[in-house]
T-cell receptor, first 114, second 111 residues
Framework: NAGVTQTPKFRILKIGQSMTLQCAQD?????MYWYRQDPGMGLKLIYY???????DKGEVPNGYNVSRSTTEDFPLRLELAAPSQTSVYFCASSGQGVGDTEAFFGQGTRLTVV | RKEVEQDPGPFNVPEGATVAFNCTYS??????FFWYRQDCRKEPKLLMSVYSSGNEDGRFTAQLNRASQYISLLIRDSKLSDSATYLC????????????FGTGTKLQVIP
């Protein structure tokens, strides 16, 4: 049972480059989320989705975009990478809203922008 | 004041000790609460939900104090494997974007 799978695990980007962080879940969850975690900080919600075709902004959406064409996949796009986007990115999914039930997290993507 | 506050620690305790962490929240309308565990450089995983009447899972006990607006996690008979960062999660109600993760309390259990 794979759960939530994120790729890549590590990435170094140059300022101004773009990339897509991939996230897939095999639990048939409707709810999916992207968080970032900076050192010594809590998780901050970037974007979330309540089902295929539906996405919405979280707390820190600037500089990111998402799409949800299928229930399984929820990629996060970084356009014009900036050093402030250096962080650990976690994708998560849950069967109900994350405040109501357990959220399952991917292993994270460690991104450095230089 | 932060929405959710935790003492970052570290809490260094010997094996077998009892240790407790608190997490305070600022919004009195908060509805649901959880403790997650995060190992170093790993993803968070649910440890336990926190119910109004308090709940226990083996060596772990979670309590909610609505009057003082905090939740607590008590770990008895600490094991080396309990070493991790413990995140509290508070749902302010009103949707998924209203969930706040604390910054975590680091626990180090020493042999």
């Amino acid at each position: 049972n794979a759960g939530v799978t994120q790729t890549p695990k590590f990435r170094i980007l140059k300022i101004g480059q773009s990339m897509t962080l991939q996230c897939a879940q095999d639990m048939n969850h409707n709810y999916m989320y992207w968080y970032r975690q900076d050192p010594g900080m809590g998780l901050k919600l970037i974007y979330y989705s309540v089902g295929a075709g539906i996405t919405d902004k979280g707390e820190v959406p600037n500089g990111y975009n998402v799409s949800r064409s299928t229930t399984e996949d929820f990629p996060l796009r970084l356009e014009l990478a900036a050093p402030s986007q250096t962080s650990v990115y976690f994708c998560a999914s849950s069967g109900q809203g994350v405040g109501d039930t357990e959220a399952f997290f991917g292993q994270g993507t460690r991104l450095t922008v230089v | 004041r932060k929405e959710v506050e935790q003492d970052p620690g570290p809490f260094n305790v010997p094996e077998g000790a009892t240790v407790a962490f608190n997490c305070t929240y600022s919004n009195s309308a908060s509805q649901s609460f959880f403790w997650y565990r995060q190992d170093c450089r790993k993803e968070p995983k649910l440890l336990m939900s926190v119910y109004s009447s308090g709940n226990e899972d083996g060596r772990f006990t979670a309590q909610l104090n609505r009057a003082s607006q905090y939740i607590s996690l008590l770990i008895r008979d600490s094991k080396l494997s309990d070493s991790a960062t413990y995140l509290c999660v508070v749902n302010r109600a009103g949707g998924y974007q209203k969930v706040t993760f604390g910054t975590g309390t680091k626990l180090q259990v020493i042999p």
